[in-house]
């Protein structure tokens, strides 16, 4: 046997540290998703093992863009109508306004109140069928953003920062948990309109992190993926063969550019795209769906039709391993209502509310909502002073949003506003602390989900945010 081919006993540890990078490799290889050698490429949405046991497998985010008016959905407040028509008291700080009516009247809210479920949980009018799943839901009357326009309030709701540039939640959950499906993106935005949501992809993108991360849109209506379809006329072989040929140059023109990763991105969604032609229809058509699912999202009715769809289809994504989904509502701040609330509020309310409460008891019959976790609110909520006489300006320091499934104790309110629904005063919770929360319902230490950027250690929260505790059941 030639000396060449014998392993010398002071070589082993030479040879265990580069047999695949060293055994120790494996573990890392498993936990993180990345590939042991360079030729062997594994996906970024690799699903990765998260940091422990979290309830929720999925995220559908119900966006109503505009912002709501806590006031009248879920905070009732007495004495905002006994002091209706008059300023607001001098015992209260003067906020910053957008629109600058810190000195309007104050505009009462119109909306009968009722307590439902075991919980006695409060909802208006406004959202009549939400009293069936009133025991569902966790209320958070607590929360702060520090956008106070519509620009740097979607943009700090999706990324934390009211600037834009930044890695959107549904990046940061694609990047530390990775998808169970490599068919479909791990990250998908439905608008229910073809107006664009305020700051565009931004809303979605993934900033500073690799280019496969960011979220993928669907369109509303019949046909949510344009060119899903292969062309009539090709058949799949030549297809195959088109695309075979255009990744080999892609492939070359990668070789010397591994640092784009636009490049690598636009690489994987031709992958993606082809093997999407075969999975996304069966989850995105909804013809073999029951009538009386149908009905139950309220796809019987013009008014519900659309949002209820959108719906429909976060739980049909959601079924089949989409990590995180979010619905906007309203494209384009439909929600925002300066003026005319009454009129606005009442259209949008009336369709949302059937779809929503759809999908909770279509998850709940189906046991997804255990693994599940449904979050809806809009970048801001809206302020006890009237504006125009009839509607009210944006409230960023003290509105609702809530959360369902996925590890939530339902039938509870979280925190509270003052007497006027204007700040936040008790157990507030910041746009860091709610992403925070998301992210250890899903079984992320946030802490601990870390990219290097520039030399810094970048975080969701930009080490300023905590996961409550007392959301999680």
Not at 169 to 188: H, I, K, M, R
Not at 318 to 330: K, N, S, T
Request: aromatic content about 8%.
């Amino acid at each position: 046997m030639s000396c060449n081919n014998i392993i010398h006993p002071n070589s082993r540890r030479k040879f265990l540290q580069t047999a695949g990078s060293g055994f120790g490799a494996l573990a890392f290889s498993a936990l993180s998703g990345e590939a042991l050698l360079p030729q062997r490429s594994v996906s970024a949405a690799a699903a990765k093992i998260p940091h422990f046991l979290g309830r929720a497998k999925s995220v559908i985010w119900l966006f109503m863009e505009g912002g709501p008016s806590h006031l009248d959905l879920f905070d009732p407040k007495p004495l905002l109508n006994e002091l209706a028509g008059q300023s607001l008291p001098e015992s209260f700080d003067k906020p910053v306004t957008a629109m600058g009516e810190v000195n309007s009247p104050l505009l009462e809210s119109k909306r009968k109140w009722a307590q439902h479920g075991e919980s006695g949980l409060w909802i208006s009018d406004w959202l009549p069928k939400h009293s069936e799943i009133a025991d569902d839901l966790c209320v958070i009357r607590s929360c702060v953003s520090d956008g106070i326009n519509h620009a740097g309030g979607v943009s700090q709701m999706n990324t934390g920062s009211v600037f834009g540039g930044r890695p959107s939640l549904g990046a940061w959950v694609s990047y530390g948990l990775g998808t169970e499906n490599q068919d479909l993106p791990g990250f998908v935005v439905i608008k229910d309109t073809k107006s664009m949501v305020v700051n565009g992809v931004r809303a979605w993108g993934a900033g500073f992190m690799p280019a496969s991360y960011q979220g993928v849109l669907f369109e509303s209506g019949e046909q949510p993926i344009a060119n899903l379809n292969r062309p009539a006329g090709i058949s799949e072989t030549r297809q195959l063969q088109k695309l075979a040929f255009l990744n080999q140059l892609n492939q070359q023109h990668y070789a010397s550019r591994e640092s784009n990763t636009d490049l690598e991105a636009r690489i994987r969604s031709y992958e993606l795209a082809y093997r999407m032609q075969s999975s996304a229809p069966d989850a995105i058509e909804l013809d073999d769906e029951p009538q009386e699912t149908l009905e139950l999202y309220g796809m019987d009715r013009k008014e519900t039709k659309t949002f209820g769809r959108q719906c429909l289809m976060a739980r049909r994504l959601a079924e089949r391993g989409v990590r995180f989904i979010q619905l906007y509502h309203g494209a384009g701040s439909k929600w925002d209502s300066h003026s005319r609330m009454e009129a606005n509020h009442s259209r949008l309310c009336d369709a949302v509310d059937q779809p929503i409460v759809g999908l909770i008891k279509d998850l709940k019959q189906r046991g997804l909502l255990d693994e599940t976790l449904v979050v809806w609110g809009g970048e801001f909520g809206r302020t006890p002073m009237s504006e125009k006489g009839d509607g009210r300006d944006h409230n960023p320091t003290g509105f609702t949003m809530w959360m369902a499934g996925g590890g939530v104790r339902g039938g509870q309110t979280i925190g509270a506003t003052d007497e006027l629904g204007l700040f936040a005063i008790e157990d507030k919770l910041h746009v860091h602390d709610i992403h925070a929360t998301i992210m250890r319902l899903m079984g992320l230490d946030h802490t601990k989900v870390v990219y290097m950027h520039k030399g810094r250690p970048e975080r969701v929260d930009q080490n300023e945010g905590q996961a409550h505790k007392g959301i999680v059941s």
